[in-house]
Each structure stands twice: as C-alpha cells, then as structure tokens.
C-alpha cells in the first residue's frame, strides 16, 4: 500500500481512513517520519514548502469543494497531481445554502422578521417562482446540484459554463456571448464557478450593471469571484436589491467590512458543505490502490483548466 499524510482535520479523517483501509500506512502531519515514504497528501490548503519536503509525493488529495488552493502549486510541480473528491452530498449541501440564501430574500423573510419584533401583521406582495429567472453560474457538480434544487421549487433556471454542457431540462448557454444574452434575465445570479484565472473577477461592476434591475446576487463560490465594492455600489443605487454571500476576498471577513452591515445583504462564514470522511473514505482508498497499481486515478483536477 502507499502511504498517505494526513494533513487536514485528523481528528476526523483519521479514524474515517482507518476503518476504510486498516493496512493503509497513515502519517499526521506535522510529524511526517520518513518523508521519502509519502506518496500522497490528504489536504485543504497547504504549504509549498511541505511539498517539497517530500521527495516521491505524487499525488494530493483535495478534500475541500474548490482546488484552486492546489492548482498553482502544481502547475509549478508538473511531477504532481490532485484529485479531488466527488460526493453528491458536498454538491447538495451547497446547493442547499443557496436556496436558502435566495428563499429568505425571495420571501420577505427578513422583513417578515422585523414585523414579527413589533407584532405586525402586514402581508407583502406575494413573489411566485414561477415566471421568475435564476441563472446558476458554473455547472459542475455543485451548479447542476443548485441548478436541480430551484428548478425542484418551480423557478425558471438557467444555467452557464463556460464550455457548452447540456443538461436535460435546464436550458444551458456558453462562453462571453452566451453570458451577455442571459445576464438581463437573472434576477437571481448564483456563483458556483471554480476559481480560475478566467473566472476570477467576473462578477464585476459591469456585469453587475448588466442583470435585471432590482437583481439578487448570491456566491457560494470564491471571494475572488465578485467586486465586493461594486457589488455595494450597486446595492447603494438598487441596481442590486440583495447579496448572499457565504465567500469572501479576505476570509475571516475583517471586522469593520462595510458588508457586514450592510442591510441588504446576508452573511454566511465559509460554511456551504463540509466533506464527511466516513462517506468518502472508501474512494480515497479506491484512489490510492490505483495509485500503488499504476491504474488511472479517478476525479484528477486538471491543472490547466483549474478545476
Ligand atoms: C471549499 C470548501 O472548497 O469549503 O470552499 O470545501
């Protein structure tokens, strides 16, 4: 068997590896012993210098939802590779925090809890998910899980990539030109994208001065993804009415932040799904067997496209 460091939550990943996999030889960082042994890294972020340290490490093994943490180092280290782990309950739980992201600003539900405080009965308009538009940015596992969840409630949803992807019952566009037509309709803009040098920054002034006026912003991709400072621009002229951002450029998001207080807009820390160890040890396993075999590995990132 290969040998695998444990670099990341061991209180969890450990007792999750050795149940999969009790023959497999486990190391927990920091005490890496013979570091010619490692051959692969369980990790979320991590530092270069480890990496080098480890002189037949081949493989990293990313445990969190994005990679873009990863793909730099290993486009400076081609020797290396990442896999990634792919769980259908990673994919729903980020699905789920964006629906419920829009849900309580498609429903009042702020509002509704300010009449609550002073005892008011006042019903407001009442919105219908029908005849309104959601368009999920990016649709990988998590955008076509989040791309399912509102099509399941009644809303109209469509959905962007960046090559053409076609998925049954959810009309798909592609590439700048697809995103210019489809950007008037949003009136709710969800960010799924992986980071990547072309994706960083696309939600910019300019595309926020595209959507529909009145828009809903929410991004349970990367910080990086979105202007922060346009996207306040636009909620102080009403271009957009609301945010729900569980990602941010600096994170923890500094004290002081003027999204913290801004009243439109929703916070979240980080938090969209958390990998289980339990549920997705058995494919780390199943990857490092292949490893040891010289057989393809399943769910490698490619490191040029960055996801
Ligand atoms: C991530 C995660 O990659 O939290 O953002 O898993």
Known sequence: M???LLNHDVPQWLPAMRAAAPDLALRVAPDLGNR???DAILTWKVDAELLDALPNLQLLYAVGAGVDYLVDLVRQRPHLRIARIADDAVSGDVATL????????FRDLPQYARQQDQHQWEPLPVRCSAGTTIVILGLGRIGCATARAFQALGFEVCGWSRTCRSIDG????????GLRALLPHAQVLVCTLPLTDQTSGIIDAALLASLPRGAFVVNVGRGAHLDESALLAALDTGQVSGAFLDVFSTEP????????????VRITPHVASRTQPARVAPQVVENLRRLRAGEPLLNLVDPVAGY
Do not use: K
Request: aromatic residues 8%; charged residues 10%.
């Open 2 to 4: 290969v040998s695998l």
């Open 36 to 38: 010619a042994d490692i």
């Open 98 to 105: 964006a629906v419920a992201g829009t849900l309580q600003w």
């Open 170 to 177: 959810i009309r798909t566009f592609a590439g700048p030109e």
């Open 253 to 264: 998001l500094p004290a002081g932040h003027a999204l913290w207080r801004h009243p439109a």
